[in-house]
Structures are given as structure tokens and as C-alpha cells.
């Protein structure tokens, strides 16, 4: 009896007490963190470096987190990056026993309390120097301290443009200390590559890695080791958007260029289709110019419009000549023989020009003087008519309209003569026309051919 109430008794406290625990160990933990943070910090000074020797370095390792390529600069070689920095080092100062402190293994306190490296992004291009932001470190009883901090970067990179828009380019992220050297802080490399998995994609670049290594330099002056840790961030520029925009419609508008060569002379539109050629490439030109650094090598974009606008004014200079040819008037000499030969024979089976421009135009040149003649005649048969009987007009001339007769003949053949020399030197111009047509849609051939195998650095 008595044995079953003390049992009783017994159920109902441990019950009480289990009931009561999870509030009295919260209660604890918020009492014992406060305490521990007064006892921590009683005699602890964040200024300085917190090792038992001042002789013994102390160690710090980082590790960098890329989470987004905000911009790339080319004009002003300016990489903003954003990125998450998280640094590693032990605190001798800050460590406690914790079963003193009710298992208490982890806080989280206030950076700014505690002694932090002075770690500095050396090739930042930023007038602002604002490390990075204050935000929480995680302590642990054994003095470790972890400080993960997120920053926005602007580094200065060298932009190597030669092979816009193929190019990849690679943007260093060097981290020291800036007042310790290597003897008081020793910088570690917590992995070997800056962390990719939470990286936002970049419209623009494409991110192929971004490996670290440490470098220890000597300086002159001192005996001293200056480590330091750098990140290469390798980018390869998405090519797309610049093909199709600035490559494509280069093609289009540089094969429209010896199309001019085909057109008829008599429009007289040949030499305006080749200026207006020329003006669009120079705003596509004009467009790749602002968007690059103004450096001393020429990117291949740009080559490749210097090139085609170079052929484009040799084609239209060539036309104007060529306009000179085909309006060679009565007055200028017979075709030379070596150019009939040449031209005329041989190089316009070649490039098949067919004769259909002359056989439309010269039929009818003669016949209106074919015409012209039998009128004449005629007229000169109707003044006097013949004597005999017949019926139908004879071909019988007076003597007296003979010399007209003659002149007449004369003027015909002279001005066949002529007609024939205009129609030479036309074909003459038409052949070379068709000539450097084709040249000029090789040579452009090709040199589009170029620009796309030549992207490969
Ligand atoms: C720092 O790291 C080096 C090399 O990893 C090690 O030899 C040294 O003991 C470390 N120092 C401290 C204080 O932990
Ligand atoms: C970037 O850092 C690497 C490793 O230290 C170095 O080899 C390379 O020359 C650096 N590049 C530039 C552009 O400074």
C-alpha cells in the first residue's frame, strides 16, 4: 500500500518534470548564451589578432561563392561580379567549455564584435572602399569562427577583344590581407575553384570555371611572404546575339555590294546602290566601335568590316570606270584588237554574256534605214515613171539622183560603222562588268568564310 503511493508519487514528479523541462532548458540556453557573451567578451579586445604567440601565424581559409555575373564592362575593363565570401579561422580568445554552459556549442554573433582578417579584393576598380557587409559570424565552443559575408565586386580585368564577338576572356579576383603578412595571417584555400552551383546564369557569358591558386610574393624590402589567393573566372562570350545582329546582316548587305555590277548601265543606279552599300556598313560599323574598348587591336568583327568596306568602295570606283567604257560615244576609237580578242571572244563565252542586248537593239537600228532607203527610192521611182508599160515599178534610177544615192549609202554605212563601235565597246563594259561581279562574290565568299573559321583563337 504504502509502496504503491510512493510509486504514485514518483510517476506524478517525474511527470511534472518532464513536463516543465523544455521550457527550463529554453530558458536556460537564452540565459547561459548571455552569459556566455558577457563572459566571452569581458577582456577581449577586437582589435587585435587573436593568437596565443605572436610569433605563430594565423590561419584563415577562403572560399568564394560566384552567384552572378551582374555586368561586364569591355569599355572601361570592369568585371561586377556578386559574390559570397565565407572566411574560416580560429579565435583562441573565444572558446568555452560547454558543459559549463549547458551543451551550448554554437552562437551567432555580431561581426563587428569579434577580431576579423582584413581580407581586401586587391585589383578592385571601385572608388568605394567598403569591405564587406557586417553581417553574423558563427562561433563554436572550439574558437571557430565562420563569417559568410555577400559582396558586390567591381575588379578591373584585362578585356582581350581581338576576337569579338568569339571571344572568352578571363577576369582575376586576387584576395590578401591587406596589413598582415604572411607570418601573422596565412591565407588557405578552402577548395581548389571559386564555387559555381548557385550561380545565376548569365544572359551574355557563359562561365567555364574558376579555379584559385595561391600565390606567396616576396617583395624587395622585406623578408616578409605576402600570400595571396587569386580566382581566374573563366568566360566565354555567348556569340548569338552578335551574329545576329551585327554578322548577318553585315553578309546580307556585303553580297548586295557586286550585285551592282549586274545592274544595266543605263539605270544609272550603280554607283548609288554601292554608296548606300558602303553608308550601311559604316553604322554597323560605328555600332561595334562603341561598344568596345578603343584598344590598339582591332577585333575581327571589326577587320571584317574594314575589309568589306574596303571592297565595296574598289567595286564602286570600279563601276564609275567601267560606266566610263560603256558610255564611249561615236567619237572614241575602234575597240583595240588584243581587247576583241580578249574580251570580246574569250572571256565573254566564259562568263556566258549572250548578245541579247544587241540583238534587241540592232535589228531595228536597221531596220528604219532599211526603210528609209526603200522610201527613198521609192519616192525617186514615183517622180519618174518609167516608160514602159509594166506594171510594177521599176528599179530604174535617173542618172542625175545617183550622187544622192551615194551619199545616202555612204551616210548608211558610216553610221553602222558607228553603231558597231558603241555596241563593242557596251559589250567590252558588260563583259568586265560580269567579270568583277564574280570576282567581288568570291572574294566575299571568302572573306565571310574567314571571319567564321577564324574565331577560333
Ligand atoms: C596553419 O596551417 C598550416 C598548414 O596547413 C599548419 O601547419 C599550421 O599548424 C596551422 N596553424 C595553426 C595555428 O593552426
Ligand atoms: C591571373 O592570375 C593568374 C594566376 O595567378 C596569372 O597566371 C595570370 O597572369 C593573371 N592574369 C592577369 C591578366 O593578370
Known amino acids: ?66 552567384s552572378q555575373i551582374k555586368d561586364m564592362d569591355e569599355r572601361n575593363q570592369m568585371l561586377i561580379a556578386y559574390l559570397w565570401i565565407r572566411q574560416t579561422w580560429h ?38 572602399f567598403s569591405g564587406p557587409a557586417d553581417t553574423n559570424v558563427v562561433l563554436r565552443y572550439t574558437g571557430e569562427i565562420t563569417w559568410d559575408a555577400p559582396a558586390i565586386t567591381k575588379s578591373s580585368c584585362v578585356v582581350d577583344v581581338s576576337y569579338f564577338p568569339f571571344d572568352s576572356q578571363q577576369c582575376n579576383l586576387t584576395f590578401g590581407s591587406w596589413t598582415y ?62 551574329i545576329c545582329n551585327l554578322l548577318l546582316p553585315c553578309f546580307l548587305i556585303a553580297f548586295l555590294a557586286p550585285l551592282g555590277f549586274y545592274l544595266p548601265a543605263d539605270s544609272g543606279e550603280k554607283v548609288s546602290l554601292g554608296v548606300t552599300v558602303l553608308l550601311a556598313l559604316t553604322v554597323f560599323q560605328m555600332m561595334v566601335a562603341e561598344s568596345l574598348p578603343p584598344s590598339e587591336s582591332v577585333p575581327l568583327i571589326g577587320k571584317y568590316y574594314i575589309a568589306t568596306m574596303t571592297m565595296v568602295t574598289a567595286s564602286t570606283a570600279l563601276t564609275i570606270f567601267i560606266m566610263n567604257i560603256h558610255f564611249c ?14 574580251i570580246i571572244d574569250c572571256m565573254s563565252k566564259i562568263f556566258f554574256v549572250y548578245e541579247v542586248g544587241e540583238s534587241c537593239v540592232s535589228p531595228s537600228d536597221s531596220d528604219t534605214l532599211h526603210e528609209k532607203l526603200h522610201e527613198t527610192l521609192h519616192e525617186a521611182t514615183r517622180l519618174h515613171p518609167c516608160t514602159g508599160p509594166q506594171v510594177e515599178p521599176c528599179l530604174y534610177c535617173p542618172p542625175e539622183l545617183l550622187p544622192n544615192l551615194e551619199f545616202i549609202t555612204h551616210c548608211f554605212r558610216e553610221q553602222r560603222e558607228t553603231g558597231r563601235k558603241v555596241k563593242e565597246w557596251k559589250k567590252v563594259a558588260k563583259v568586265m562588268d560580269r567579270f568583277f561581279m564574280w570576282i567581288f562574290f568570291i572574294m566575299i565568299f571568302l572573306m565571310s568564310i574567314l571571319i567564321i573559321i577564324g574565331k577560333a583563337p
Open 181 to 242: 603578412n604572411g607570418n601573422q595571417v596565412d591565407i588557405h584555400m578552402g577548395m581548389a575553384s571559386g564555387e559555381l552551383s548557385d550561380l545565376v546564369e548569365n544572359v551574355e557569358w557563359e562561365c567555364h570555371g574558376m579555379p584559385a591558386v595561391k600565390n606567396v610574393i616576396m617583395y624587395g624590402c622585406c623578408p616578409d611572404p605576402y600570400p595571396d589567393i587569386t580566382y581566374t573566372l573563366l568566360l566565354q562570350r555567348r556569340s548569338s546575339f552578335y
Open 91 to 128: 579565435d583562441t580568445h573565444l572558446r568555452w567549455r560547454k558543459e559549463d554552459y549547458d551543451g551550448l556549442e554554437v552562437i551567432r554573433i555580431p561581426s563587428s564584435l569579434v577580431w576579423r582578417p582584413d581580407l581586401v579584393l586587391y585589383n578592385k576598380a571601385d572608388d568605394d
Open 1 to 66: 500500500m504504502r509502496t504503491v503511493r510512493m510509486h504514485g508519487c514518483l510517476e506524478i514528479l517525474v511527470l511534472t518534470t518532464l513536463m516543465m523541462l523544455p521550457e527550463v532548458c529554453l530558458c536556460a540556453e537564452g540565459r547561459f548564451a548571455q552569459k556566455l557573451l558577457n563572459d566571452l567578451m569581458e577582456d577581449y579586445s577586437s582589435a587585435l589578432r587573436p593568437v596565443d604567440d605572436t610569433e605563430s601565424s594565423l590561419n584563415v581559409t577562403l572560399q568564394v561563392t560566384l
Open 329 to 342: 560615244g561615236a567619237e572614241a576609237k575602234p575597240v583595240p584588237h588584243w581587247a576583241k580578242v580578249l
